[in-house]
């Protein structure tokens, strides 16, 4: 861990290209980090709120600086439920003064949709300037469904791929309105809770489905699609191109 604090003025200083990850408390957001980093680097909990302070985490290897990581991974704490509303305004100075920040990207329950917090919180992205993208998280519940408890019938799931559409839909109108400051950028991405028939197909994802989607997404927002570096916490192993770190199965 590269830093961990709990105001936005002990952020450490850095040379380096940020992303953030930012989410309603119990959205999924510590396994997704776990799952996109390789690594069990955040805990997760069905509790809300867990996460209390800002955390950075250092990613392949170091820059030119000799400073530790090639990207900075920052893992924001929860609002809604269970959060501080002192948090709220930590993560406001962050968002809108941090010259490294790239891209934030923001998670949202595909089965509740946008919450009042959230399109304030994406109003506050418009009216900033800031660059985001938002992810929906736990699609599972709408594709496999906890009542399917067999491989589930073909029509049925084409049925429910195609409630996820409507839903991205849904939330693509209000998280690109007209004349409001910059939208999100890009697609909508997706990704699944952990899941146990996913994880047999593909263990190194932790069995989450779009991840991979999901570490590119990080790569172009950071500039560092067409590098060669090493993409895993600060201290891990070899170097390979970013597309190839960021697409390996």
């Not at 929860?78 to 990207?105: C, M, N, P, Q, T």
């Not at 089965?111 to 009042?116: A, D, N, P």
């Not at 019938?153 to 209000?174: H, M, P, T, Y």
Request: aromatic share 4%; charged share 25%.
């Amino acid at each position: 861990m590269l830093f961990s604090v709990g105001k936005f003025h002990q952020v450490k200083l850095t040379s380096v290209p940020e992303v953030a990850f930012l989410g309603r408390s119990n959205v999924g957001k510590s396994s997704l980090l776990n799952a996109l980093m390789g690594e069990e680097i955040c805990h997760t909990s069905t509790t809300p709120g867990r996460t209390r302070t800002m955390n950075g985490f250092a990613i392949g290897g170091q820059d030119r600086m000799g400073n530790p990581g090639r990207l900075t991974v920052l893992d924001m704490p929860g609002y809604g439920k269970g959060s501080r509303e002192e948090w709220g305004e930590e993560i406001v100075k962050y968002l809108a003064k941090r010259k490294e920040l790239r891209r934030v990207f923001l998670l949202v329950d595909a089965m509740h949709g946008l919450k009042q917090s959230d399109e304030q919180i994406l109003k506050l992205f418009r009216h900033n300037s800031v660059p985001h993208q938002v992810i929906l998280s736990k699609v599972d519940r709408i594709l496999l469904p906890k009542s399917t408890k067999r491989n589930i019938a073909e029509d049925k799931f084409k049925e429910n791929v195609a409630s996820l559409k409507d839903i991205v839909q849904r939330i693509r109108e209000k998280i690109q309105p007209k004349n409001d400051g910059p939208p999100a950028l890009g697609e909508i991405l997706t990704v699944s809770a952990e899941n146990e028939r996913w994880k047999a197909l593909s263990p190194k994802t932790r069995g989450k489905l779009g991840i991979h989607a999901v570490r590119w997404a990080v790569l172009v927002a950071t500039g560092l699609n067409q590098q060669t570096v090493d993409l895993k916490v600060q201290g891990a192993a070899s170097n390979v191109s970013g597309a190839e770190r960021m697409g390996e199965a």
